[in-house]
């Protein structure tokens, strides 16, 4: 193939990934539709969970908590010492989960999950309390927040019922159980000082984070995942969110309500996202297709396997690199970071994307085979940032939150966000976009820590 027809390929498969203004409104208009749905009623197809979290921090919280996080592989305790100046320390042990216990029985697990609570406490705070204040740890009652990334049925600030397990865990009698109470039962049986007060995901807690540490005593609106999944979480007038039962004695002064959006199953009918063969081609290779349609064109997880598909078809058409590798041609095996990177040479002659691609994928190139890989790149990386801007700018729409506030502030978790070259950039253009010259208002920031810190404000404020 001639270098100017394989550049002139890159652009149009580049093309196929541009996002029109048009677009982006009308994927910011249905996203405010589906909110109000998800708002009114369950079983919608945005499923806007009520989180019970009523409140936001302001920086000025103290105090000291302690909080876990099971979410995958690692089983996280940590303590957190809140400095009440948006400052926080963070003291945080990390095991491993034994195969056995994902797959074992609700006993097994939760009671290893209170065992390694009662080994941090024993080894990091009861020596503290001893030495500063005279008495034992175990006359202090420690409020924990507990982040559980799986599917609950949550129906109060600590209390919520696991649907099913994902990630490889596959415990049958905890299903339909409160997660909550069989951590609180284990706990108890240790005789350890800690009251379960909060059941948080992992999208809230980056909210809460992130308003603790804002600058200023602003509060923070919205909190948004972009890591291997995407998510975002917002704070909600209670009096919007209809679904809910809200004459409880718990919620009866309350005025907010945090609402995890659970945003990556947006638009499963595919009304409004763009799609492209390669999309439809990552999807058949998830356990989900036709499920998370917007997380499988914005997140980590997927952005390298739609690379790695239009290379691959390149290839077999003939028309880039002289020859085969086992990376090219294995599904899931280019990862996210590779964009970063590739999006980050600004050589005339390419050299770092040289030097991924040899080492990423096993493959010599020539300089107009670097020139078409950056350019598809560029397209797959500009379309994730343009769809996650427009859904944020939904939200703000939605809640009407540049006519009400001088600054609108917004935290983030994620390695996507944080490390892919000009993603904040790209989102403030769909954000212009669908706000228009509000866009100035908002102020995003990364948010810390946020699981650890999240759960802890959470379980603050239960
Ligand atoms: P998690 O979301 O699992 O808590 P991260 O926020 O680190 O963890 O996100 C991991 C995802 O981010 C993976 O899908 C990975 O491919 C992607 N990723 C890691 N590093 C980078 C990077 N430098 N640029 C873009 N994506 C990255």
Redesign the pocket.
């Known amino acids: 193939m001639t270098t100017s027809s394989l550049l002139e390929e890159a652009i149009s498969i580049s093309k196929q990934f541009d996002i029109s203004k048009d677009q982006l409104v009308a994927i910011s208009d249905e996203f405010i539709r589906l909110t109000d749905l998800g708002l009114k009623s369950d079983g919608m197809p945005m499923t806007m969970i009520p989180s019970y979290v009523t409140g936001v921090p302001n920086g000025t919280e103290k105090g000291t908590f302690l909080a876990v996080d099971l979410g995958?592989t690692n089983f996280r305790v940590c303590s957190i010492h809140l400095n009440g100046d948006g400052t926080f320390d963070l003291l945080q042990t990390k095991s491993v989960i034994p195969r056995s216990l994902m797959v074992g029985t609700a006993k097994e697990l939760f009671s290893f999950l209170a065992k390694k609570v009662e080994e941090f406490i024993k080894t990091h705070l009861e020596e503290k309390f001893n030495e500063e204040l005279g008495h034992s740890a175990n006359e202090h009652i420690y409020k924990l927040g507990f982040t559980f990334s799986f599917p609950v049925n949550q129906t109060a600030i600590n209390r919520g019922r696991l649907i099913r397990w994902t990630k490889g865990f596959d415990v049958a009698d905890a299903v339909g159980k409160d997660v909550c109470l069989l951590l609180q039962h284990e706990l108890d049986l240790l005789n350890l000082p800690v009251h379960v007060a909060a059941l948080v995901n992992d999208t809230v807690g980056t909210l809460m984070s992130r308003s603790y540490s804002s600058p200023g005593e602003s509060v923070t609106l919205l909190g948004v995942?972009l890591?291997?999944?995407t998510n975002g979480a917002y704070t909600e007038s209670l009096a919007a969110v209809d679904k809910l039962d809200k004459p409880t004695a718990a919620l009866a002064d309350k005025s907010i309500m945090v609402i995890n959006t659970e945003w990556g199953s947006f638009d499963n009918d595919m009304k409004v996202l763009p799609r492209t063969s390669w999309d439809d081609a990552v999807d058949l290779e998830t356990p989900n297709p036709g499920y998370q349609m917007f997380e499988k064109r914005v997140?980590?997880?997927f952005?390298?396997e739609i690379l790695r598909r239009i290379l691959l078809e390149l290839h077999e058409k003939g028309h880039l690199f002289s020859r085969s590798s086992t990376p090219l041609t294995t599904a899931w095996s280019l990862?996210?970071?590779i964009?970063?990177?590739v999006e980050a040479d600004i050589t005339p002659d390419l050299v770092a994307v040289k030097s991924i691609v040899e080492t990423d994928l096993g493959l010599p190139t020539t300089l107009p085979e670097r020139q078409a890989v950056k350019l598809i790149v560029e397209g797959i990386g500009k379309r994730s940032a343009l769809l996650a801007g427009a859904v944020i700018g939904g939200i703000l729409v939605h809640l009407k939150a540049c006519q009400s506030n001088p600054v609108v502030d917004i935290g983030v978790?994620?390695?996507?966000f944080?490390?892919?070259p000009g993603y904040e950039d790209l989102m403030r253009v769909a954000l212009r976009d669908v706000i228009g010259e509000d866009e100035k208002k908002i102020r995003i920031g990364i948010a810390k820590d946020g699981s650890g810190v999240g759960a802890a404000l959470c379980a603050l404020v239960a």
């Open positions: 995958g995942i890591g291997t999944g997140s980590g997880m952005l390298g990862d996210t970071s964009l970063s990177r978790d994620g390695s996507v944080e490390f892919y």
